[in-house]
C-alpha cells in the first residue's frame, strides 16, 4: 500500500513534532506549509491525500483542484473555514477535534469570569500604577448571589456550568436544542436566550460561529443584558459584533468583558477594546494546556490517517462520505476553539 501524503497546509504551533512521529507510525510522508489563501493551499496540496487545517481557506474551489484528497482534518473544534458541504458532495471527509480542550476553555471562562467579578485586572493595573483603593471596583459580590448564564450547552459549555456551579454561582443555560423550561442531566435549568440575558450576572458564550450565530451578541441583544452584567467569550470572536460591544463598555450598558477571541486575530492594537479598562482580554489562550496541545495535534492528524487507511476515525462530521447509509449527522461542535 502506498504510504499516504499528508499536507499540513498551516500552523504557527512552535513545533509539529508531535505530528510527525504520529505520521511515522503509520509510514505517511508529512509537508508543513503556510497557506494562508486559496491558491497557496492549491498549490502545496495538489498531491495530497490528506491535509491538516488550522486557519487556511478549504473552499468549493480548492476542493476541485485536490483530485486525490480523501480527508481534511482541523486543528481544533470549529470548522469555519472549510466548506462541508462541498467536502461531502466531493466524497472527502472532514474531520474535527470536538473534545480535546473541553476541560481548558471551561476553565479559562470561568476564570475570565472570576477575574470580572472580583475586579482583579483593574486592581492589578492599578496598584503598579500605585493606586491601592479599592473604589474603583466597587461594588464586588459574592459568586453565592450571582447568576450565571451560559449559552450553548454542548461539550465546553456544560463543563463551565458545572464548574461554576462548583465554586459558587446559581447557573442557567440556553440552547437551540434545547425546550427552555426543562433541565439537563448536570442539573442546569434551561431558559430562553433572552431570558438569560435579562437574567444573568454573566453571560458565559459557549457556541459555534455559523450564519445564524454571527453577531448573535449585538447592540440589541448587548441592550437587553443588565448594566451590571459581564460577558465572557472563549468560543468565536464573530459572535460578538465587536463595536457593539465597545460602545456597550463605553456607555455602561454593561459592566464588563473577559475575551479570549476576536473578530480580527490578533487583535489589533487599534482596536477600541485596548482602551476599555473594564475589560479583560487574552490572546485566544483558553484551548491551551500542555496536555491539550499534545492531545489536539495527535487525535486531529489521527483522524485524517485513519481516513486515508480506510479506517473509521474517531471524529468525523460527514459520515456519510464513508458509509452512505450513515446520514449526515453531524459531531457536536460546541465551544469552538
Known sequence: MQHPNIVITDCDHESIAVEEATARKDGARLTLAQCRTEEEVIAAARDADGILVQYAPVTDRVLAELPRLKAVGRYGVGVDTVDVDAATRRGVAVCNVPDYGTEDVSDHALALALAL?????????????????????RPLHRTLTRVF????????????????????????????????????????????????????????????????????????????????????????????????????????????????????EPLPVTSGLISCENTVLTPHAAWYSEESYTELKRRALENVLDVCAGRRPRNILNPGVLDPGAGAELNAVSGQS
Do not use: W
Open 149 to 264: 448564564g451560559v449559552v450553548g450547552l454542548g461539550l465546553i459549555g456544560s463543563a463551565t456550568a458545572r464548574k461554576a456551579r462548583g465554586v459558587g454561582y446559581s447557573v442557567i443555560g440556553s440552547d437551540p436544542m434545547l425546550e427552555a423550561g426543562t433541565e439537563t442531566g448536570d442539573g442546569v435549568r434551561v431558559v430562553a436566550f433572552e431570558e438569560l440575558l435579562a437574567t444573568a450576572d454573566v453571560v458565559s458564550l459557549h457556541v459555534p460561529l455559523t450564519a445564524g450565530t454571527r453577531h448573535l451578541i449585538n447592540a440589541r441583544t448587548l441592550s437587553l443584558m443588565k448594566p451590571t452584567a459581564m460577558l465572557v467569550n472563549t468560543c468565536r470572536g464573530g459572535v460578538v459584533d465587536t463595536e457593539a460591544l465597545v460602545d456597550a463598555l463605553r456607555d455602561g450598558t454593561i459592566q464588563s468583558a473577559g475575551l479570549d477571541v476576536f473578530e480580527e
Open 117 to 137: 467579578g472580583r475586579g482583579i485586572g483593574q486592581l492589578d493595573r492599578n496598584l503598579r500604577a500605585g493606586e491601592s483603593s479599592l473604589a474603583p471596583v
